[in-house]
């Protein structure tokens, strides 16, 4: 069982910026592949970006050139840095990792999740 702890979100301004943390305290990232989803209200998780075990990082249309996704395998942390804040990115934020398929998906049992956190843009 991993669990993953999530931090960083609350309220911004449009236009704004925020860093998203996930940890797993006691457990190793090395071998997983791990990413940040995203549900709005009404909206299916939607995948926001993702990092592979050879660290190959993939972007969302809607997020690329504006997020940063970030792995520190020595403090078992990964990061979403978010610049240029938009309303339509306001939604509940969540970590995934799969160290079974390396690639987190909401239809793989083998993924875990982390609690979400809410982001709100505001304008």
């Known amino acids: 069982q991993v669990q993953l702890v999530e931090s960083g979100g609350g309220p911004v301004q449009a236009g704004g910026s925020l860093k998203l943390s996930c940890a797993a305290p006691?457990?190793?990232?090395?071998?997983?592949?791990m990413g940040w989803y995203r549900q709005a209200p009404g909206k299916e998780r939607e995948l926001v970006s993702s990092?592979?075990?050879?660290?190959?990082?993939n972007y969302a249309d809607s997020v690329k050139g504006r997020s940063t996704i970030a792995q520190d395998n020595a403090k078992n942390m990964m990061y979403l840095q978010m610049n240029s804040l938009k309303t339509e990115d306001t939604a509940v934020y969540f970590c995934?990792?799969?160290?079974?398929?390396?690639?987190?998906?909401?239809?793989?049992?083998?993924?875990?999740w982390g609690q979400g956190n809410q982001v709100t843009v505001s304008s």
């Open positions: 995934a990792v799969d160290c079974v398929t390396g690639r987190p998906r909401p239809e793989y049992e083998s993924t875990y």
């Open positions: 006691g457990y190793s990232f090395n071998s997983c592949g």
């Open positions: 990092i592979s075990v050879d660290g190959t990082t």
